[in-house]
């Protein structure tokens, strides 16, 4: 069993700063990709920021509201990826999602979802 938790949303003023964090937990598994994303009332679930491994190329993407603004990188604690978000915008409210493809022990790919972590900038 893999778990996906996020935390680290809150309230914001407009262009302050955020950092959330998603961790990964589990047994015997090995980290593909690892993403956030994004779901604002009403609308569809966005792309934010995703990272690949290393083994899988080492890439990052970034959707283009966020690629000046917002960074994605591994912490140093194991399994766990950060979204430094900065410059907050009240169009960035939306409740962020971590997502990680991983490969468990049985040997399948499988894609985790947290439950999601609510950022509010206030303008």
């Known amino acids: 069993q893999v778990q996906v938790v996020e935390s680290g949303g809150g309230l914001v003023q407009a262009g302050g700063s955020l950092r959330l964090s998603c961790k990964v937990s589990?047994?015997?598994?090995?980290?593909?990709?690892m993403g956030w994303y994004r779901q604002a009332p009403g609308k569809q679930r966005e792309s934010v920021a995703v990272m690949t491994s290393a083994g899988s190329g080492g890439t990052t993407t970034y959707s283009d509201s966020v690629k000046l603004r917002f960074r994605i990188f591994r912490d140093i604690t194991p399994n766990t990826v950060l979204l430094q978000m900065n410059s907050l915008k009240p169009e960035d409210t939306a409740v962020y999602y971590c997502?990680?493809?991983?490969?468990?022990?049985?040997?399948?790919?499988?894609?985790?979802w947290g439950q999601g972590t609510q950022v509010t900038v206030s303008s």
């Open positions: 997502n990680a493809r991983v490969l468990d022990r049985s040997g399948q790919w499988g894609d985790y």
């Open positions: 589990g047994s015997d598994f090995s980290i593909d990709t």
